[in-house]
């Protein structure tokens, strides 16, 4: 029992800083594709290089 502790508190803290920081886009009434631009940018500079690896 002891040892679930911080796997909990790690997953309850990783779901709190998500829903921080996707707040942004269920806040805005008028999303568009400017939006996942906006909100996505991290993501997509991450993601980017790796979807290109994987499609040689």
Do not use: Q, W
Request: proline letters at 4%.
């Amino acid at each position: 029992m002891r040892g679930t502790l911080p796997l909990r508190l790690s997953a309850a803290l990783a779901a709190a800083e998500a829903t921080l920081l996707f707040a942004g886009e269920h806040i805005d009434r008028d999303l568009d594709a400017s939006t996942a631009l906006r909100f996505h940018v991290g993501e997509m500079l991450l993601s980017v290089p790796y979807r290109a690896d994987k499609s040689r």
